[in-house]
């Protein structure tokens, strides 16, 4: 049997609220100072999905005054990697590889960024390294999708 990663374990030790999820995305930041600059929360957080919200703030904003696209995707990075933390076992290890990114319409107000797989990956068949390509879908408020980013992560035992 394999364990989680002591960031998922942090994450199932703390209350499932509103002060559970901050301090937990607190700590997210400590640990990955650059995530903070979208002021990220995580909201869901479980094998094969993760729900990371963050507000439009003027540090986020382009010259249009919308979200900008690279803020987008420290946002989808953030998902992806509680995503691969909650399911990548202690057996494994995981780094992201590359990112392709769709801009589908302007970003506007606090966005919502779903990383969710369409199946676990078998580990236990992961014994020399490979892809793991993760789905982010962000929403704006309205629940339209105005970006959509492949993440593919470099699975390796470890």
Request: proline share 8%; with cysteine; aromatic share 8%.
């Amino acid at each position: 049997m394999t364990t989680s990663s002591p960031t998922y374990a942090a994450w199932q030790k703390l209350p499932d609220n509103a002060l559970g999820h901050a301090l937990f995305s607190v700590g997210m930041c400590l640990r990955v100072p650059y995530f903070g600059s979208v002021l990220p929360r995580v909201v869901e957080m479980r094998p094969g999905r993760c729900e990371v919200r963050a507000p439009k703030w003027w540090g986020v904003r382009n010259h249009l005054g919308t979200f900008h696209a690279i803020a987008a995707c420290n946002l989808a990075e953030a998902a992806m990697g509680m995503l691969s933390e909650a399911t990548v076992p202690s057996t494994h290890r995981w780094i992201p590889k590359s990112m392709t990114v769709d801009y589908l319409a302007k970003a506007n107000g606090t966005l919502r960024a779903v990383a969710e797989l369409p199946e676990l990956p078998d580990f236990t068949a992961i014994t020399a390294g490979a892809d793991v390509v993760v789905p982010v879908r962000i929403f704006d408020g309205q629940g339209v999708e105005v970006v959509h980013a492949d993440i593919t992560t470099w699975v390796t035992p470890r």
